[in-house]
């Protein structure tokens, strides 16, 4: 059975660097075509793709979003990192991480989500 | 990066209505579309991958067509628990379309 969850802060301030984790089983992040990816949702808007990392280490981002934005794996604790810089209360959402199967894949398992609040 | 537009942007059914959406892509993405149904507080489900393929444990009445850059999901008969807000997804930017929510009529 495969499992996503995030985790991370619920409050940042404007400016500060948000770090939420991915932490996943049921699959390996070493598996040929296994990716991890970031989708945000802010309150009753649509879905954002924000990032992409594939087994090979291979990262994909957003281009919107692309120079505030790391994403990085720890194959051997089974987590995925996203690094968002110079955080502004218009990146208030919900951010899930999911798998993808490959590249140009679908999101075919989610994570419940974790609400991140900008605020001063 | 493509743009993906769905139309409608919200419509209203009845249970055992037949239900369309639309998703058109700004260029074409063969079959790399996808669709996803997400209900208030939850995270999105796959429910079609590859433009016409129904996610394992997805009910038949789902399903998906087209190619290029013109897409359809279609529920053949809604029922209660399928009012929701419906996302497609192109695989190739990984771009989503703005949703539509299927409400009760």
């Known amino acids: 059975q495969v499992t996503l969850r995030e985790s991370g802060p619920a409050l940042v301030k404007p400016t500060q660097t948000l770090t939420l984790t991915c932490t996943f089983s049921?699959?390996?992040?070493?598996?040929?075509?296994?990716?991890v990816g970031w989708i945000r949702q802010p309150p009753g808007k649509a879905l954002e793709w924000l990032a992409l990392?594939?087994?090979?280490?291979?990262?994909y981002y957003s281009t919107s979003l692309k120079t505030r934005l790391t994403i990085s794996k720890d194959t051997s604790k089974n987590q995925v990192v996203l690094l968002m810089t110079n955080m502004d209360p218009v990146d208030t959402a919900t951010y899930y991480c999911?798998?993808?199967?490959?590249?140009?894949?679908?999101?075919?398992?989610w994570g419940q989500g974790t609400l991140v609040t900008v605020s001063s | 990066d493509i743009q993906m537009t769905q139309s409608p942007s919200s419509l209203s059914a009845s249970v055992g209505d037949r239900v369309t959406i639309t998703c058109r892509a700004s260029?074409?993405?063969?079959?790399?579309l996808n669709w996803y149904q997400q209900k208030p507080g939850k995270a999105p489900k796959l429910l079609i991958f590859a433009a016409s393929s129904l996610q394992s444990g997805v009910p038949s009445r789902f399903s998906g067509s087209g190619s290029g850059t013109d897409f359809t999901l279609t529920i053949s008969s809604l029922q209660p628990e399928d009012f929701a807000t419906y996302y497609c997804q192109e695989s190739y930017s990984r771009t989503f379309g703005q949703g539509t929510k299927v409400e009760i009529k």
């Open positions: 049921g699959f390996s992040l070493s598996t040929s075509g296994m990716c």
């Open positions: 999911a798998r993808s199967r490959g590249v140009a894949g679908d999101f075919d398992s």
């Open positions: 990392i594939d087994w090979d280490d291979d990262k």
């Open positions: 260029q074409s993405i063969s079959t790399y």
